[in-house]
């Protein structure tokens, strides 16, 4: 059964390869457009949102500053999130950054043994929040036209992931006991040895982001050409009774594919 399994996901898979590589050879004008349209998203909006906060959270958690925060904060985080001080720094970065930043941040902790792989696990599902460049420059400013929208917006995302961790909290208790020790042994190291590597790791984090946003954009571009998108936005606009059902369901097919294209 196992290896029926595994040849129908190998066989699905290239199906998919040679979908897409047909679909290529199909539309390259469009997919080229596509790819130009990514790479304008990454430049105008991507890279400058998460390339500082990525530094930030890199050189917060090398030089050992979020360990030294991690005692006190824990007496915050502990009774109201069930985990330790440390995950304060993924929550903080995670609000203001975006959600790349709260999940890198997580991992870096957990590389670095200051966070419990089970805590990680419960901080990733409410550290994962819209930073506020996306919601005000964005969605704020640019599709509804209203910076005040886009506070309003940032403000209710933020508020669903502290309720979403004093919920987990309330149903599944402490994620780690009272004598994970996490930070304490935690080194302190200068800011100058870090920089380098921090900004190094950083941008090869941004472009990895921006690679996704770029495949998924030319994967939209060829759904779309294809007539997929178009299909499947007519049939889900038909269940909607909405003066511009069909612009709303384009929108959430493709942001399903990539949050920031949507």
Known sequence: MKTKRHYISLAAGWGLLILFAALLFSFPAESAAAARKGIKLCLELLIPSLFPFFVLSSLLISTGLAGLCARPLGKLMSPLFGVGGSGAAALILGAVGGYPVGARTLAQLVERGECAPREAQRLALFCNNCGPAFFIGAAGAG????????????????????LMGLFLRVVHGQAVGENHKGSDSTPLSPLSIQLPECVRSSFASTLNVCAYVILFSILTALADCSGLLPRLTQALATLLPLEQADTLCRSFLVGLLELSTG
């Open 143 to 162: 599709v509804f036209g209203s910076k005040e929208a886009g506070f309003l917006m940032l403000g209710a995302n933020f508020l669903a992931a502290v």
